[in-house]
């Protein structure tokens, strides 16, 4: 691999466009960065300054505390140093956008993380032509095949009124930052109140106060009589299962929202009375399809199943190879719970996060 001619080189700080001198989603801190998303593996704190889509600002603004934040609309191009960069929705959480990077006419699109599926919330994943397309591959395996939306919310809500009737707390365990919102207008449509846990309510009210018009929903409080969450719903994020702060809402049921779901084993370890696989990360065929229609000739395949896959794109005849990266790895939830602050701010437990289930043997082909 010649990395030096690459318009986007594979660094220790990340991936770099060196023609105009900015990384996207660099893990280290460095001069210019462009931001796919706001999750803490992809959104890192310390560089000079940072390039995100509008929607993304806010939470940036609350993921990484007073940094020079320049933000875009979907389509719109900037150029830095001479290189033309532009941001196509990725339809994974709000704001989450591909980077389009064009030089010298050659075209290359760093992914994120991205699905298919248009959720109503995140964008419709809008597939962008390219030469070299990177690539996600959190669910990269065939066994990863999601339902659809609206099936998954129809089990959540009988889930929930079920719960209901039997006089118990429905606690729904997703990720503080996409599939909170995304569960949103599923457990409206139950017309219970809903709750939420510190981390979760903290990107709520971040984006209630950018203008987002989100189904209203209150925090859990300390002093919330035990009684109002009888029979109605709870957000909160996995790392908050098995706290004491959880047993406040006895007699519940908790239901997990995560991809992971669907392997089954996975329900039983986290000791989950159901499991829903929910997940903002687009399946093996969502892959597939997203990776066809950027008609690349070359795809370069980060966190998850990396070599499996690219193993697979290659003997469809799509030049592959896997790149080591630093997503992933880092817990979505870690930062969000140091956020969650007050008494019911739960300690961090290792939470299980996606990056450390990829090695828990479940990738076998
Ligand atoms: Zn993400
Ligand atoms: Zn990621």
Redesign the pocket.
């Given at each position: 691999m010649l990395m030096a001619s690459q318009l986007i080189q594979f660094t220790d700080r990340g991936l770099y466009c060196s023609a105009g001198n900015f990384y996207i989603d660099p893990w280290k801190p460095v001069d210019k960065a462009v931001i796919t998303h706001a999750?803490s593996?992809?959104a890192r704190p310390g560089s000079k300054a940072y390039l995100c889509h509008h929607f993304t600002k806010p939470l940036l603004e609350l993921r990484l505390g007073d940094y020079p934040i320049e933000s875009l609309e979907w389509n719109e191009p900037v150029w830095l140093d001479g290189v033309k960069v532009s941001l196509h929705p990725a339809g994974h959480i709000i704001g989450s956008s591909q980077v389009r990077v064009e030089y010298k006419g050659e075209v290359w699109v760093v992914s994120g993380?991205y699905k298919t599926e248009d959720d109503g919330i995140s964008g419709q994943f809008e597939p962008v032509q390219c030469d070299t397309f990177i690539t996600?591959s959190t669910f990269g395996l065939p066994i990863y095949k999601w339902k659809p939306q609206a099936e998954i919310f129809s089990n959540i809500g009988n889930w929930i009124r079920e719960n209901h009737e039997a006089g118990k707390t429905s606690i729904l365990m997703a990720y503080s930052l996409g599939k909170a919102q995304r569960l949103l207008p599923c457990i409206e449509a139950t017309g219970l109140p809903i709750f939420l846990h510190g981390a979760v309510y903290n990107v709520h009210q971040t984006l209630v106060n950018a203008g987002w018009k989100l189904p209203f929903a209150e925090r859990v409080a300390q002093d919330t009589p035990k009684e109002l969450y009888k029979g109605n719903v709870v957000i909160a994020p996995g790392s908050a299962d098995g706290t004491p702060w959880i047993k406040k809402f006895s007699p519940f049921n908790v239901g997990v929202c995560s991809g992971w779901m669907q392997v089954r084993g996975n329900r039983r370890r986290r000791n989950a009375d159901a499991g829903f696989a929910l997940s903002d990360h687009a399946d093996w065929d969502g892959l597939l399809q997203a990776i066809k229609a950027t008609g690349a000739q070359k795809v370069f395949v980060t966190?998850g199943f990396q070599s499996a896959f690219s193993r697979y794109l290659n003997e469809l005849g799509i030049e592959s190879a896997e790149v080591k990266t630093e997503?992933?790895t880092e817990d979505e939830e870690t930062s969000e719970i140091k956020q969650a602050d007050g008494p019911e701010g739960i300690e961090a437990e290792a939470p299980e996060s996606e990056g450390e289930q990829i090695n828990n043997g479940e990738n076998n082909l």
């Open positions: 999750h593996d992809h993380d996600e966190h997503y992933g």
